[in-house]
């Protein structure tokens, strides 16, 4: 064990350059940007891999269900040795997009620059910091690795994951493994670690409301004649009660494990102003577990510094609703397009289409591997047990996964803390809970190399 943590400890300047070098490349996976920087992200990695001692690296694409070619992935593989299993280790390697630098505290956000022990720049926590981690246990083991190790790197998980199925069933017997860790979450606390349970899914939609044929004068008809942004308005308002709760019927609500989050510890995270009050009922993880939510994320229509005194005849918004564990996308997108096509306010017309979804998902963290993943985690943080806790966010293609290796243990772990504000501006991570997580890994693929693979 003690040439092990030495071993890490050797390898992580190391790790800390190259994570700098990935931040460095802009590899944002959304329409509208230089998806060149995607495919350098993607050599990068494969590079890195390389440089680790797989002998088997590729870079592969996919299509996704309308047939459009996806971003490019990286699969890298090294065998088990005789008798040993074989894990997967999953990350991404494409980025949200960064937003207006002018919300960063650092001219250039894909430039990573430390401050008070944290790595500031897009995508130094979510997720290549994961891949990071995946590198650092494979240095620090050499040729000495105890385990099989496949190493897969998504590149538009930021963007929905559309080719992942497809590359997955192509791929499925390289995929193949015992354990797969999936590094795209988070810990419960810096200093206090924690295997993710459960997490959210997703329905996105889009919703227009029309109520003219055009823009009308809104002094001369403004008053009998309703305007499409007014209705839409009125439209979005019911999606939640009066407490706050989502108003949508049908969707599945759930209780969460026995921990809770100080209300005061969220308020800061959040960034919440004063005088701002919580919404919705039940314990503060109920809510961002457990439970349904309903978030405007647009509207277009005109801007208000530009807008005319006119009645707009249409408007749209587009509309995020997490699902909880337990749901389904499908019933839960009927179940949307349902609510608001029975609350169009005036009889205007409505239109409800799908944009995303994916299904929550419930992982069973019991067996030997979780055990191994508890140890791993308590000696990496000097003797502090792991909780299990449940996200907010939603990985989707954890279903897929528990679908196409019902024998595989899944572990989904992470790099970030309460304050990585991944997505957001100023996204960061900290620096010594990096070490540990890297730790923790290598101490994993060592305990893991002492259980049985599946048949």
């Not at 889009?206 to 403004?222: I, N, R």
Request: glycine share 10%.
């Amino acid at each position: 064990m003690s040439d092990l943590h030495a071993a890490v400890e050797a390898v992580l300047p190391g790790v800390r350059a190259d994570l700098e070098r990935l931040v460095r490349i802009p590899s944002v996976a959304f329409e509208g940007f230089d998806h060149s920087h995607v495919a350098a992200s993607a050599e990068a990695v494969a590079e890195l891999l390389r440089g680790a001692g797989m002998p088997d690296v590729r870079i592969v694409t996919g299509v996704g269900p309308t047939g459009k070619p996806g971003q490019p992935a990286v699969i890298g593989r090294k065998p088990a040795p005789p008798g040993a299993p074989t894990v997967l280790l999953y990350a991404h390697h494409d980025v949200q997009p960064a937003g207006d630098p002018a919300n960063w505290e650092q001219d250039d956000p894909f430039e990573p620059v430390e401050r008070d022990g944290r790595l500031f720049g897009r995508g130094c926590a979510d997720d290549k910091a994961g891949i990071m981690a995946h590198v650092a246990a494979l240095r620090a083991f050499g040729d000495d690795l105890p385990v099989g190790v496949t190493v897969f790197v998504e590149g538009e998980e930021e963007y929905g994951s559309d080719s992942l199925e497809n590359i997955i069933a192509e791929h499925r017997d390289l995929l193949a493994s015992d354990v797969i860790v999936i590094a795209d979450s988070g810990n419960w606390d810096i200093g206090h670690p924690a295997l993710t349970t459960s997490l959210r899914g997703l329905v996105n939609v889009y919703v227009e409301v029309k109520t003219l044929k055009q823009a009308v004068h809104s002094g001369m008809f403004g008053g009998p004649v309703p305007d499409a942004l007014t209705a839409l308005c009125r439209l979005l308002a019911t999606l939640h009660d009066e407490n706050g709760d989502v108003a949508i019927d049908g969707l599945v609500r759930g209780t969460a494990a026995p921990l809770d989050m100080p209300t005061e510890r969220l308020r800061a995270e959040a960034g919440m102003l004063d005088g701002v009050e919580f919404i919705g009922t039940g314990r503060i993880v109920e809510r961002i577990w457990t439970k349904p939510t309903a978030t405007v994320l647009g509207v277009d229509a005109p801007g208000a510094r530009e807008a005319a005194n006119a009645l707009q005849p249409s408007a749209r918004a587009k509309v995020s609703v997490r699902l909880a564990p337990g749901d389904d996308d499908v019933s839960a997108f009927a179940a949307v397009k349902a609510h608001l096509e029975k609350n169009v306010p005036w009889g205007a017309q409505v239109s409800v289409t799908l944009d995303q979804g994916g299904n929550p998902c419930v992982i069973d963290a019991r067996g030997p591997a979780y055990d191994a993943a508890r140890a791993a985690f308590a000696e990496a943080w000097d003797g502090t047990e792991p909780v299990d806790m449940g996200v907010g966010g939603s990985i989707p293609f954890i279903a897929t996964f528990q679908e196409l290796f019902p024998n595989a243990a899944i572990l989904v772990t992470g790099v970030e803390d309460p304050d990585a504000r991944a997505h957001g501006p100023n996204e960061s991570l900290h620096l010594e809970e990096f070490a540990r997580v890297c730790h923790a890994e290598a101490l994993l693929l060592q305990k893991v190399a002492q259980l049985k693979p599946s048949a």
